[in-house]
């Protein structure tokens, strides 16, 4: 019994850590929503990982589209809920600590102190569509010099909101709802001929996503990192070739290369011939 809960400590780990979350915010909010919400998202997000450690190859793609569905599909097309960055600044201007905003603090602004990048490995719904597409195994690991184009998208977004408040836009729910069915859609599309471009799924991750501007200070200090043991590791290259984000997971120091980046997917510690991570 020990040696099970030793194997799966991380997806137990996951589970408590949502579900401490999902109480938490029942209790003060005095919503049973957030019950269902967080505990629905650690379930999947721990069957994920739990599936990972089996060695079942689609453990990850079953939680992105578990969690992704669900945030695209229920939370943003059924409940009209804007859980893209406009949404975020929607919320924050009107003082409301509810959806969009309670959202983003969990996953993209604490939580990466926690879990680093693991958001974008198992729970982004533009990167559950993009990491459908064939090129899985970036065509090369030297990143292009437009990453401007996050920070870009960023200041746009909240010039945007910004300005629907200024001007004192009547039916701003409404148009926060068309900007998420439009925001998707251009995300979508711009990410698939970056991945093109460039022959890299994770090419939105890496140049136009505005998340990333909360996500990578924040990913610095996470908790859950990959590490090498340096007495396993043969300097092999196999780890680097099929990392998604092009971090340098033999470096163990915070300062590695891209080593804010790690999504935890994975797939270096799966590729490993010595079981070095």
């Known amino acids: 019994m020990k040696e099970l809960i030793r194997k799966y400590i991380l997806p137990l780990s996951m589970f408590i850590i949502f579900e401490i979350v999902a109480i938490s915010l029942w209790l003060s909010k005095d919503n049973i929503f957030y019950l269902f919400n967080f505990s629905y998202i650690g379930i999947s997000i721990a069957l994920g990982i739990g599936l990972m450690i089996a060695k079942n190859r689609y453990g990850r793609r079953v939680t992105q589209l578990l969690v992704g569905m669900y945030m695209l599909i229920y939370l943003g097309i059924i409940s009209n809920e804007n ?3 406009e949404g975020f600044w929607y919320y924050l201007f009107t003082g409301v600590f509810e959806a969009a905003t309670i959202h ?5 602004i604490f939580g990466p102190l926690i879990f680093g990048r693991g958001w974008c490995g198992y729970a982004c719904w533009t990167a559950m569509i993009l990491d459908f597409l064939p090129y899985k195994e970036p065509h090369s690991h030297e990143r292009k010099k437009i990453g401007w184009l996050r920070y870009a998208t960023f200041v746009i977004s909240l010039i945007f909101v910004s300005a629907l408040f200024l001007a004192k836009v009547g039916n701003i729910e409404r148009i926060m709802f068309i900007a998420f069915v439009t925001g998707n859609v251009l995300y979508y599309l711009f990410g698939i001929i970056l991945a093109i471009c460039f022959k ?5 991750c890496k140049y136009l996503c505005p998340i ?3 996500l990578k200070p924040m990913s610095y200090f996470a908790l859950f990192r990959v590490k090498c043991d340096k007495d396993k590791c043969v300097s092999c290259g196999k780890c680097k070739k099929v990392c998604p ?3 340098d997971v033999t ?3 915070r300062k590695r290369k891209n080593g ?4 935890l997917c994975f797939e270096c510690k799966k590729n490993c011939p010595k079981g070095a991570l």
């Open 104 to 108: 983003y603090a969990v996953a993209k």
């Open 251 to 253: 470096d163990n120091s």
């Open 245 to 247: 984000m092009d971090v």
């Open 200 to 204: 890299d799924n994770r090419a939105f």
């Open 83 to 85: 859980m893209q960055i």
């Open 212 to 214: 990333t501007v909360f």
């Open 260 to 263: 804010t980046e790690c999504i």
